[in-house]
């Protein structure tokens, strides 16, 4: 009898065993047969506007006109109340800071020697600029004291810059700056400081041809998108560009720079988009302006009176170089005096300017001014569009390059 429950049990525990086998092949074969999908995703594609402007200096009208006696403080907002929408529009504003902050102790003064008030900084902050190059030739205006304390000021009013130095530790950092996803190294050099000593090397960059190389190939190591260099460099007054500073460009371009943005001639020069080809036979597309002109000034005359704000509309999809979009560019003019003959500091858009009807254009700007702001109309689009554009068609903003057409 215990025999045959063994037997009995032994059939009942091959028959479970049989059963679980059967569904682990099932499962087994249900797992083999179910279909793995892996959805791809889209690379992701970043865009960014940097507007680039020329000049930024201060003289002696300027600061005058900015004083009020019965504060004993110094205002310069109005000088950017009506270009302030342009800036609004990009994501990063880079300019050539000419000037120094070196305190009022010491005296404001301007050419040859400048030192500013501290406050100017507050008003060109609000105006939306982001970054300052001070590498210059006024960078030593006030020696080796005012350039680090310029540095300081810059810092404490939130501004980001480059150029000049205060420790050698500060001179061997690549500055970088993410800007929507876009990696940006900014690098800037300068010709000379009109031949004033620089008490160590480190506080300056001087325009070197292996000292650009070095620091263009370290900034590599950081893998940015972009590499952007600000060469203060070029003859002042000059509306053309010498073979001397297009060599210097190219040095650039061929040691990996992307974007040349230059300044110094406090006049406009030419912009080009140029296809460079690296040692490995690969082909990349660059873009350089010899000089972004006077942004704001003393310098009334002509054509040092007149200038553009730039604008480059940038692209980039991961894994794959960048693309410049379009540039493009808006002419301006900085009035000196008001339509009362008073001083009164203020960049204006060309286009606005001459868009007003003339009972208001002339409550604005002195009848006199009116004809050289249509000339700086005609001046720059000739330069940049290469046509004669008539006051009818006069735009804002105009497009000197885009993609695909």
Known sequence: MKRLSLIFISVIICFILSGCEDKKTEKTEEAVNTEIIIEEKEPETYSAK??????VMVHSWQYNEAYDPETGEYDFYHNFTDVKKYFERADYVVANLETV?????IGYSDFPMFN?????????KDSGVDLVTTANNHCMDKWGDGL??????LNEKGFDQIGTYASAEEREEIFIK????IKFAFLSYTYGTNGLRVPEEYMVNLMDEQLIKNDIHRAKAYDPDIIVVMPHM???YETFTKDIFKDWVDLMFEAGADIVLASH???????????ITDADGTERECFVIYSLGNFISSQTTPPRNAGIILDLDISMTEGERFKIEEVSFTPIWTQFRNEKDVDDFCVRSVYEMLTLPEDALFNVIRKKDHQRIKDIHYEVTEMYLEEDVP????QDTYTFYKRGE
């Open 116 to 124: 500013t008030p501290d406050s100017f900084l507050d008003a060109l």
């Open 234 to 236: 070029g003859n002042e």
């Open 101 to 105: 902050f070196a305190g009022g102790e």
């Open 391 to 394: 006051i009818e068609k006069i």
């Open 178 to 181: 993410e800007i929507n996803g």
């Open 265 to 275: 001639p406090h006049v406009l020069q030419p912009m080009e988009i140029k296809t």
């Open 148 to 153: 680090l304390r310029t540095i300081d000021i």
């Open 50 to 55: 940097i507007t680039a402007i020329g000049d």
